[in-house]
Structure formats: C-alpha cells, structure tokens
Antibody
Framework: QIQLVQSGPELKKPGESVKISCKAS????????MHWVKQAPGKGLKWMGW????????TYADDFKGRFVFSLEASASTANLQISNLKNEDTATYFC????????????WGQGVMVTVSS | DIQMTQSPASLSASLGETISIECRAS??????LAWYQQKSGKSPQLLIY???RLQDGVPSRFSGSGSGTQYSLKISGMQPEDEGDYFC?????????FGAGTKLELK
C-alpha cells in the first residue's frame, strides 16, 4: 500500500538547522511530485512548495524562499526538507504530500514531523 | 494569490444531521478543489477531489459540489467519527492555498 513515512520530531535552538525526511513506498517515486505543507500549532495549512521527483527541480512559495531547501534521494524514494537558521516561527508540523496532477490535489500525506524551535 | 474563504469556522451537529461547509475562491478555480478531514494530531485525509469526486474508501455520506468560485462539502447524516477539522484546498494556481478550516463537533 502507498505510504509516506516521515522522520521523527525535532527540538532545535534558534539558528540551528534541521533536515526532515519523507520516505515513499508502494508506488513509483518519480511518477508523482512531492509537496510540502506547514501547519503551525493550532493553525491552518500553508503550502510551502514542491519538488519534481523526476528532475529534482524544487519550487518554493514566496514565504519559503531562502532558508528552505527541498531535495531528493531518489534511489531511496525519499524527499527531504532542510530548514536553516531556524527561527521561533518555524515551530510547526511539516507534512510531505503526494501530488495528483490534472486536478491539483494531494492524495497521500506523511504523518507529519513536529519541529520545535526553542532556546 | 487565490484566497479561499471557508465557512463556518466551527459547527456543532447532532447525530444524523446533514451539514454543509462552504469554500469561496477569490477567482475561478475551475473545479480544482479538494476537501480534507484532519483529526487531532493526524495528517489530513482526502475526502473529495475535483470538487465532486469521492476518494476511494470515503463513506458515501460525504459529497462535494460547486464550480467557478463557490464550493461546498456536505455530510449527509453526521456520525461520531466525523468530528474533526475540515479544510478545502485550491489546486488551480500556484501558490496553492487552503481554507482556514472548519471545526466540526458532535452536539
């Protein structure tokens, strides 16, 4: 069955970096783009951008340009999100989500990774 | 950016009651609209895509409708397991945007 399994929770200090992984299984990884979504505590969902799993090209939403990097380990069917120079406002749950083209929606989501930034 | 205005923000329904949640887009999104349910501490689960197509495995009491800028999700007969947060997503144009969410509770 199709699964997106993300890495575990992270506790970081401001200024540090974090790398989150999203391992896909049950389908051909390069056939579907992977998107990233942020959910701050008690808040709604915010689209961060996506990565083309075939070419590796990332695209970032405006609010996520600069400190955020999407990458792949395609041989391991894994997408990664790295956040550098962490700020308190980066405290959130980060989801990866598989994208279904054509009608533009996410059909499978990872379980989410809670990143807490605190001094 | 396309703004998605979702209403109501919260809703309390009795067992078996039929409820509707609305999402209004700031411009035509050509039925590129999906609905998700999210339970506390879990990831969103897809209910409806392309405005009115029921995702496999989702109970038939869930239905979606709408076109252009106006969309709605209907639950025909509230069940206890339907409690949770509901979000709409527009996948028509980057940046993709979500509605602010509706918290649905059992009365």
């Amino acid at each position: 069955q199709i699964q997106l399994v993300q890495s575990g929770p992270e506790l970081k200090k401001p200024g540090e970096s974090v790398k989150i992984s999203c391992k896909a299984s049950g389908y051909t990884f390069t056939d579907y783009a992977m998107h990233w979504v942020k959910q701050a505590p008690g808040k709604g969902l915010k689209w961060m951008g996506w990565i083309n799993t075939y070419t590796g090209k990332p695209t970032y939403a405006d609010d996520f340009k600069g400190r955020f990097v999407f990458s792949l380990e395609a041989s391991a069917s894994t997408a990664n999100l790295q956040i550098s120079n962490l700020k308190n406002e980066d405290t959130a749950t980060y989801f990866c989500a598989r994208f279904r083209g054509g009608r533009g929606y996410f059909d499978y989501w990872g379980q989410g990774v809670m990143v807490t930034v605190s001094s | 950016d396309i703004q998605m205005t979702q209403s109501p923000a919260s809703l309390s329904a009795s067992l078996g009651e039929t409820i509707s949640i609305e999402c209004r887009a700031s411009e035509d999104i050509y039925s590129n609209l999906a609905w998700y349910q999210q339970k506390s501490g879990k990831s969103p689960q897809l209910l409806i895509y392309a405005a009115n197509r029921l995702q496999d495995g989702v109970p038939s009491r869930f239905s979606g409708s709408g076109s252009g800028t106006q969309y709605s999700l209907k639950i025909s007969g509230m069940q206890p397991e339907d409690e949770g947060d509901y979000f709409c997503l527009q996948g028509s144009k980057f940046p993709y945007t979500f509605g602010a969410g509706t918290k649905l509770e059992l009365k």
